[in-house]
């Protein structure tokens, strides 16, 4: 379904639900003779509908979870298209996770009917909304039939009305990196501060200094990626191979320019590298334009077009165990490159990586930091008010990045399969 169709759905039928549910809450709370909120959890729902990179900055909040509450069922609930990572992640029973299908809209309703029995079924008494803002998402968590309810919460800010159904509210804090604050979600809990995100620091587990988790992948996945890509591909034989995500995805604002990713792929290629595009198949003229670019220059350089290559996730990462290096436009590439040994170059502007850089010591960010940057928040539900010219990532030099690039390139060593 069309992201701005999806965001005029969550406004203008979710606002008016949001405060039908909250008269009902409201009535249900008045009238209950006894409060149960305080008792001890016996499952919980993490609610993460959003894109893929949000489930791997989640980690250290189901790690949270459980240890917190080592004896309860941990179920998810999340767009089907993001299925993959989270199972590979295995921090959850996949019989646990429940998906919803955001192609159409009678899908989506169907989709989220089903998942509501099955929630109510497993007698989920905890809903964790990760959403920033998302009405739907608060939504799900009341028809869940949790008695628990957390959420980011407006508090005394303008906008942005989920209704008052959330009992557990969370004010969201744009100054605190996401994977932290969905820390604050999980032990809000049991806080009985207010705000409930009044509570000792604890930061995730990379700036407390521990390595990130690494995916466990089939080592014959890994193998197979290295025979097709000799197979296909023989002029890269032998060479360090760089992948880059020219793409944009749903946010084509958030793309670093094309000219620029050429000119940063003729000197790598200059460098002796293979360049790999890399991208879903929506990607390939974009990235067949890149390829087309160098070769104008670089007639015989090896620079390949991998859009649409990888059948999966896994294959994803086991392409990451085999290069040297990621560029990659602020997106879900970076952050699922943090579950492998791969160093990773994102370029963010529109986005901070205050707020979402991959939690990994093997990452750089660039970021220009302009006055109206970052642009896509959780207050505008990430629709940028930008007419388009992204100066913000156009201002950062292909040649500051090509010189990270080979810092990058020293430090790595080959991953063998």
């Known amino acids: 379904m069309n992201i701005n169709v999806q965001r005029w759905i969550d406004r203008w039928v979710g606002i008016p639900l949001c405060a039908a549910v909250s008269v009902l809450d409201a009535i249900d709370r008045r009238f209950r003779t006894t409060s149960n909120t305080e008792q001890a959890p016996r499952a919980i729902v993490i609610i993460l509908l959003s894109e893929m990179g949000s489930l791997v900055l989640a980690h250290d909040m189901f790690a949270r979870l459980k240890t917190r509450y080592p004896h309860v069922q941990l179920h998810a609930l999340l ?34 009917w089903r998942a509501m029995v099955q929630l109510r079924r497993a007698k989920v008494d905890v809903a964790i909304d990760c959403e920033l803002f998302s009405r739907i998402s608060s939504l799900l968590s009341y028809a869940s039939g949790a008695r628990v309810r957390v959420g980011f919460h407006r508090h005394t800010q303008e906008g942005l009305y989920r209704g008052s159904h959330i009992n557990r ?30 509570l000792p620091a604890m930061a995730p587990a990379i700036f407390s200094g521990k390595p990130p988790p690494q995916v466990q992948l089939d080592p014959a996945l890994k193998a197979d990626i290295e025979r097709r ?49 890399i991208g879903l198949k929506d990607d390939q003229a974009l990235a067949q334009q890149l390829v087309v670019n ?28 085999v290069a040297r290096l990621l560029v990659t436009n602020d997106g879900g590439p970076g952050q699922f490159a943090a579950l492998t040994p791969i160093w990773t170059l994102m370029l963010f502007g529109p986005e901070t990586p205050g707020l979402y850089a991959p939690l990994t010591p093997r990452c750089h960010s660039f970021y220009s930091q302009w006055p109206c940057s970052p642009c896509l928040t959780a207050y505008n539900h990430r629709s940028s008010y930008c007419d388009g010219d992204n100066q913000c990532l156009k201002v950062i030099a292909p040649e500051d990045v090509l010189a990270k690039s080979r810092e990058c390139l020293q430090d790595s060593e080959p991953v063998s399969a």
């Not at 890269?236 to 620029?260: C, D, M, N, T």
């Not at 070769?295 to 990451?320: C, M, N």
């Open 79 to 112: 767009f089907g298209k993001n299925r993959e990572i989270l199972d590979l992640m295995r921090v959850i029973d996949p019989a646990n996770v429940h998906t919803v299908d955001d192609k159409s809209l009678a899908g989506l309703l169907g989709s989220l």
């Open 169 to 198: 509210p969370v004010p969201y804090n744009p100054y605190h990196h996401i994977s932290a604050q969905f820390l604050t979600l999980a032990r809000a809990i049991d806080s009985t501060a207010v705000p409930k995100s009044k």
């Open 229 to 277: 890509l000799a197979q296909d591909f023989p002029a890269i034989a032998g060479k360090p191979l760089v992948l880059v995500y020219p793409g944009g995805g749903i946010l084509p604002i958030r793309a670093w320019p094309l000219a620029s990713y050429t000119t940063l792929c003729e000197g790598l290629v200059d460098d002796g590298c293979a360049v790999a595009v």
């Open 294 to 321: 160098v070769k104008r220059t670089h007639a015989d350089s090896p620079v390949i077009d991998l859009t649409g290559y990888t059948r999966s996730i896994a294959e994803l990462l086991g392409l990451f165990h």
